[in-house]
């Protein structure tokens, strides 16, 4: 354990939409005592700005408006006690749960495919992980933000699976929810994802894949643990 505290590396985690990545990136990130970054959420709160000011009109976002705004838009993390995890602020307030609901999720991928908010959320990510010691999750991370990463993970998992869960997740919540439209999202975005121009979400040719499709969190976290151990000793 002493030299996996003492050599920081940075670890990026990608892959498609509800496949874990969070769970495991923050359940990594403690163990090792690293700075866990979801940057998802950083997409999904510019998305709630969005929402919030009316820029996104029957699905299509208004984009002079959003690129004349985004100076205004301040994204950052707070820690916090209860779940030992960073949430993340708009200009602030904590959003942490706003920005799971599905209204996010449906527009979140569209808003994530604009050059000019990739970069402002780039630029933060990079500056966050100048000390290392730093677990980012997201789409682009071990292409783009981290190219240089020590370990970079591509995660994925059958959808429907990955579909299971999320419902799982929501009706535990007690939120209304059709599995359909969960199935519907994920394969929405993921195609949305991946084909769009910029940094679209793919595989850097020295990421290993994780498929998780039938590993429990347990299975995921001991595998990961022994590839940061093989990049530290
Ligand atoms: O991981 P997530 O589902 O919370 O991500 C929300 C959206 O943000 C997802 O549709 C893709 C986008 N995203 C991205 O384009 N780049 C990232 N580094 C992280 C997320």
Redesign the pocket.
């Known amino acids: 354990m002493s030299d996996l505290n003492q050599n920081k590396i940075i670890i990026a985690i990608d892959g498609y939409?509800s496949c874990g990545?969070s769970t495991v990136a923050k359940e990594i990130a403690k163990k090792l005592n690293y700075i866990f970054i979801?940057?998802?959420?950083m997409?999904?709160a510019v998305t709630l700005y969005c929402l919030r000011a009316g820029m996104v009109v029957k699905g299509e976002i208004n984009l002079p408006v959003l690129l004349e705004n985004l100076k205004k838009i301040r994204i950052t993390f707070v820690f916090n006690p209860v779940t030992a995890h960073n949430d993340v602020c708009l200009n602030g307030e904590n959003v942490e749960q706003e920005i799971r609901q599905l209204a996010v999720a449906q527009n979140?991928?569209q808003i994530?495919a604009i050059g000019a908010v990739r970069q402002l959320l780039v630029a933060q990510q990079q500056e966050m992980g100048r000390s290392k010691g730093i677990v980012m999750d997201?789409?682009?991370?071990g292409t783009v933000v981290f190219p240089n990463a020590e370990l970079k993970i591509f995660m994925t998992a059958d959808a429907r699976i990955r579909a299971q869960r999320r419902y799982d997740e929501m009706i535990a919540k007690n939120e209304p929810v059709d599995f359909d439209e969960i199935l519907k999202n994920i394969t929405e975005?993921d195609r949305f994802?991946e084909t769009r121009e910029e940094s679209p979400l793919r595989k850097a040719a020295d990421a290993i894949v994780l498929d998780n499709s039938h590993m429990t969190r347990d299975e995921q976290f001991e595998w990961i643990l022994k590839k940061v151990e093989e990049r530290v000793s």
């Open positions: 939409s990545k979801d940057s998802g959420a997409y999904r979140v991928s994530a997201g789409r682009d991370i975005r994802d």
